[in-house]
């Protein structure tokens, strides 16, 4: 199959990538575990430190798979079936849950049983991302990576708008005390748009890789990580750059709706006017991106995105400081760090996967990948330790370490050398 627009299946494989993306985004934000799981667990009587777990346990089911499943695909000529798989054990795993909220909202085993059934479920979803990942990078032409995951994302930001409102109407309805409910029919509306991504990713017609031999033992493949390191200087410091960007970001993303709500006294639906926001910057931010990796490389949107790293926490810690001062409107107001989240996550998602393709030649990708997000999965306990340091410390001391360690990453991806996009 050429490479070339001009080519039905390609221009076909990129559509059905658009909706897959799409898709997914909005059932994603329908359940969005930082904010809209974050708030579910409070209502249960959470503490800090099991909002922290809810993160780790979303980051560390979605990444530590991820060389496993590369050491298991890398030698498989079809390997768009493991995603589907996985994808849909989610689905089921977030059926059960909507199910039990229903039957037991009162119930003290709901909540552990959540997180039980949460872990398994990202699990689940983790395991995908490796051959998702590589039968998108072989649809999609070397020299638009950068252009398609732009607007890839601007297109589910688009269409994912409105689940924030939804969101907000959904939660703003009358339920028994506690006020769980509402968040079942959150799950099973994500649910339903899940699937619809799973649809759409069968249709794209896989591209026959190019294939290891034989499969790599997992032994072999966790030891070979220190020479992949050694061997591309670009992708060590890309490696850097998206682990101290992951650290801060999952250490407080899912206390800053906590925050809002219990420090700023914002209402609990306010967490569909964030969502809402979040979107909204990320379909402007994406315009963005689409130029600048057309005109300037992949590299200038990863820079970007890490700056936006340390704003998102920095941005927090003003807020806080205000808060102390007893300054007004800062509920409200707080919806500025859900601006930059937009286009921290959205500068993420496109740089890290463009400048990961040009640094990376076809074959060696699957182990690659894995290994990257293994690394990333490493740094899924912070958000636990988060809520012991909030609890002890406060907010103030917590956003000031997270913007501090959010520099590191800002270095890291400047030392990333500009590579044009590769050939193939």
Known sequence: MADTLEDPNVRANLRWGYLNRTFAEIGKALADPTIVLSLFVRQLGASNVLVGLLSTIRYGGWFLPQIFVAAHVQNRSRRGA??????????????????????????????????????????????????????????????????????ANLLAGVCGFGAGFLIRAVLRTNAPSPHVQPFAWLLLLSILFFGLAVGAFTLIREREPRVAAQ????????????????????????????????????????????????????????????????????????????????????????QISTAASFAVPAVALAFALMRLASVPWTAYGFAGVYVLM????????????????????????????????????????LPVLAGTLIDSLGYVITFSAVSAVSLVAVWSSLRIRKIPSSPT
């Open 82 to 151: 493991v995603y589907i798989a996985a994808e849909l054990s989610r689905c089921v795993g977030y059926a059960i849950i909507a199910l039990l909220i229903f039957t037991i909202p009162g119930s003290p085993w709901l909540l552990p049983t959540f997180f039980v059934l949460f872990g398994i479920s990202y699990l689940g979803h983790g395991m995908g991302s490796v051959p998702r990942f590589d039968v998108i990078g072989r649809a999609v032409p070397a020299t638009r990576r950068g252009s398609y995951f732009a607007r």
């Open 215 to 302: 499969r790599t033992p997992v032994r072999q493949s966790l030891g070979a990580i220190p020479s992949l390191l050694r061997g591309n200087v670009d992708y060590r410091r890309l490696v850097m750059a998206l682990v101290f960007s992951d650290a801060s970001r999952r250490v407080t993303d899912p206390f800053y709706i906590i925050f809002a709500t219990e420090v700023l006294g914002a209402p609990l639906y306010v967490a569909g006017i964030y969502i809402s926001t979040l979107l909204v910057s990320k379909i402007a931010a994406n315009l963005l991106w689409d130029l600048l990796s057309r005109r300037f490389g992949n590299r200038l949107v990863l």
């Open 342 to 381: 937009g286009i921290r996550d959205s500068g993420k998602y496109v740089g890290k996967r463009a400048v990961f393709l040009d640094l990376i030649p076809e074959e060696g990708r699957p182990m690659h990948w894995g290994t990257l997000n293994t690394l990333l999965g490493v740094v899924s306990v």
